[in-house]
């Protein structure tokens, strides 16, 4: 559990060295371009997604679509906190971070990630309304509605993120400074702190690990309620557009919280394997969200359609 360092206090750190990932240094060219090459696709193809739920007037009125823009924006600016930080790790420059540097990415990694994490659970609350309420759906959730969820998972996200910076940084931190871990997160800072961290591990793994398994365990139930609705649908075309707009979210969510609660639900873990899971969750997952809504999502395809075809058009009139 948490425990303390016998490290004299006159020494005060204010800077982190990253260590990054174990990585042998003949692949850090090739590193350096996977990574490099992952950060330009995610944003290209979240904001793909986010313009054509704009553009599309079919979309951006429909709350599972306003939703899914949202996601979007904040797998941009989730990876965007993460992946070129961790680019550097694989050039000449140096891996320091400043003390202020750290407590912001920190800050601004659970305050993104934490935010999505209640995304995921209002979008699979939406379908539960849309498929097993159909005809209360369009009262039950409005364009009003729709704001207030999304307003107050930002606003929760945003809380989380300053509680776990406070916490993490009013600790005294006077002794190494080098964070085995390619960011600045919470469990590799923690255990470099010259006090005990028992209160710290505890939270980290209430606010965390049993907030996200609850929001994991909540989706699911949504999802057990929407296939038993879905298996009662008479024709085979109208079960198989219900499971593939479902099967889109729910996929995202798998990948996306099982990594995440095997990280946090083990905070004091110094297994080889986190880093890898970690960048999973962190660097991959928001690469997959525009693949995994365009290829299994009709309707976002036939709206990439329907925008491309119109800029086209504009286009030939000019």
Sequence with gaps: ???????????????????????????????????????????????????????????????????????????????????????LDFTPASKAMPFGGC??????????????????TLMAYDRYLAICQPLRYPVLMNARLCTILVAGAWVAGSIHGSVQATLTFRLPYCGPNQVDYFICDIPAVLRLACADTTVNELVTFVD????????????????????????????ADGRRRAFSTCGSHLTVVTVYYVPCIFTYLRAGSKSPLDGAVAVFYTVVTPLLNPLIYTLRNQEVKSALKRVTAGGKATRENK
């Excluded at 601004?108 to 995304?119: A, E, V």
């Design 1 to 87: 559990m948490g425990e303390t360092k016998n490290t004299s206090l006159d020494t005060v750190v204010t800077g982190f060295i990253l260590l990054g990932l174990p990585h042998p240094p003949s692949l850090r060219t090739l590193l350096f371009l996977v990574f490099f090459i992952i950060y330009i696709l995610t944003q290209l193809g979240n904001l793909l997604i986010l313009l054509t739920v704009w553009a599309d007037p079919k979309l951006h009125t429909r709350p599972m679509y306003i939703f899914l823009g949202v996601l979007s924006f904040l797998d941009m600016w989730l990876s965007s906190v993460i992946v070129p930080r961790l680019i």
């Design 103 to 120: 407590v912001a990415q920190l800050y601004f990694f659970h305050f993104l990630g934490s935010t999505q994490c209640f995304l995921y």
């Design 208 to 235: 965390i690990g049993v907030v996200a398994a609850s929001c994991f365990m909540l989706i699911l139930l949504s999802y057990a309620c929407i296939v038993r609705a879905i298996l009662k649908i008479r024709t």
